[in-house]
């Protein structure tokens, strides 16, 4: 299952970084071999105790192995481990960020734009917010109820008031209780969510846009998981219309170690004004922030960062240009293919109740039950046999204001667990009937 051939790579470009310090006495770094192989073979027995991530039969939860290229350039990049914290501490690796970031905002049609990889989409939210706070200070932050629950618990720790707005049928953020709230006032910024983490629904961006020019608020666009999809060719003309939006946002979340190929620990904030970058306490002149000089570390709420998650975002963007009709590109257009053809196939299959079509890769279903307590046992049941059958899917719980406007069931519960699969994999549309196949079986 996993790519080992390509570890030989490593080796000859490792050499080829040892190279340029050939020069400096001779300092052998090499490791006690005996003892590492038999901690490293007892840490590889560990690790098997796991669903196996990297193949296409984990069709579950919202996971997707780094690429063999960000695994090899990050990996090559520890025997520096650079920290993007300060120029002096990572210095190709600094500018390399900004390469790579530069790149990512290019993605949303931006020319110039502040902006940092972190840790995750948590901490790009984070900076997000506490920029929306410090420019309107005490108004309120709005997000879906949909809206990934970090965006309530980041205004409980900024001491930001923060309020959900009620999602419609289709998980979207509502427009008119949107608006409702707005004429009441006193709303800072609103945080439009590019891809719910649960189901992957798109907020109506334009619509938001719209009452920013009405109303005068920050709009956050929380991309952590969706933001690449703005490259696929075969988004529906609402998703497509409202990821064409990005450019007006005030800022954007993205994180590459969801749909960029990169291992954890990766994540970007990106605003469209560098001007922000006053707000974190510095007093340059307004055009260093854009500047080479810059470090880092003086736009970033966090200290040391990982200099080798911005190698591997660069070397993977070398091979894989963040390009509309690209390799990359395809990749999340078969994403999404595959998520509609198993959609596809279980609507046709009187056995499974569907929600929502997918807008990106993300599908829930559930066995045709009687009710709502029925469906929840049904869930869990084929959860497990799956697995069995070495298919592997995610439980999700879902409240019954989603589930109710497509599901003709008995409510008799608040809410209930239902399948989730998340076909973040590009070699998941070759897989779908193999996954299908399972599922026909037990159901
Ligand atoms: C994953 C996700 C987050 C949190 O990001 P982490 O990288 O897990 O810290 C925030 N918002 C959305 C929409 C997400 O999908």
Redesign the pocket.
């Given at each position: 299952m996993l790519d080992l051939k390509s570890l030989d790579l490593l080796r000859e470009a490792a050499a080829r970084l040892d190279q340029g310090f050939a020069h400096l006495p001779v300092f052998d770094a090499d490791a006690d071999m005996d003892a590492l192989r038999t901690v490293l073979m007892d840490a590889a027995e560990r690790m098997r105790d796991n669903y196996p991530y990297p193949h296409p039969l984990y069709a579950g939860q919202?996971l997707k192995p780094p690429h063999a290229v960000a695994r090899l350039a990050y990996m090559l990049a520890l025997y520096f481990n650079p920290n993007n914290h300060a120029l002096d501490g990572g210095r190709a690796s600094s500018a390399m960020e900004k390469e790579a970031v530069a790149q990512i905002a290019a993605m949303f049609g931006w020319t110039t734009h502040l902006g940092h990889l972190t840790?995750?989409?948590?901490?790009?939210?984070l900076e997000a917010l506490w920029i929306a706070g410090r420019v309107a200070p005490g108004k309120t932050i709005l997000a879906s109820a949909q809206?990934?629950y970090?965006?309530s618990r980041i205004s409980d720790v900024l001491g930001i008031p923060f309020e959900p707005i009620p999602t419609d049928a289709r998980a979207k953020m509502d427009m008119n209780a949107l608006e409702d709230r707005l004429k009441r006032g006193g709303v800072g910024a609103v945080v439009a969510?590019?891809?719910?983490?649960a189901v992957g629904a798109v907020d109506p961006l334009g619509d938001i846009l719209t009452l920013r020019d009405k109303y005068g608020f920050r709009v956050h666009a929380?991309?952590?998981?969706?933001g690449y999809f703005t490259l696929a060719d075969n988004l529906g003309a609402e998703t497509r219309a409202a990821f064409d939006r990005l450019i007006d946002a005030d800022s954007i979340?993205i994180?590459p170690?969801?749909h960029g190929l990169q291992p954890?620990g990766c994540?970007c904030i990106l605003f469209r004004d560098p001007a922000v970058g006053r707000y974190y306490n510095h007093d340059s002149p307004y055009t260093y922030f854009t500047s080479d000089e810059l470090h880092l570390g003086e736009i970033s709420l966090e200290c040391s960062r990982a200099g080798a998650a911005a190698v591997a975002l660069w070397t993977t963007m070398r091979l894989y240009p963040l390009a509309r009709g690209g390799a990359f590109a395809a990749m999340l257009s078969r994403c999404r293919a595959a998520a509609c053809r198993l959609y596809g196939k279980l609507q046709a299959d009187s056995r499974f109740l569907v929600g929502i079509a997918p807008e990106l890769d993300i599908i829930y279903f559930a066995p045709k039950r009687e009710s709502a307590s029925a469906v929840d046992a049904a869930s869990r049941a084929l959860f497990a046999a799956a697995a069995e059958h070495d298919l592997h899917l995610a439980l999700a719980t879902l409240p019954v204001e989603l589930l109710r406007p497509h599901w003709d069931i008995v409510w008799d519960a608040p809410k209930t667990a239902v399948l989730r699969s998340v076909l973040m994999k590009p070699e998941h549309l070759d897989w779908i009937d193999s996954i299908y196949a399972v599922l026909d079986k037990l159901a």
């Open positions: 919202m840790s995750g989409g948590t901490v790009a939210n809206a990934h970090t965006h969510t590019m891809g719910t983490t929380d991309a952590a998981y969706g979340a994180d170690h969801k954890y994540g």
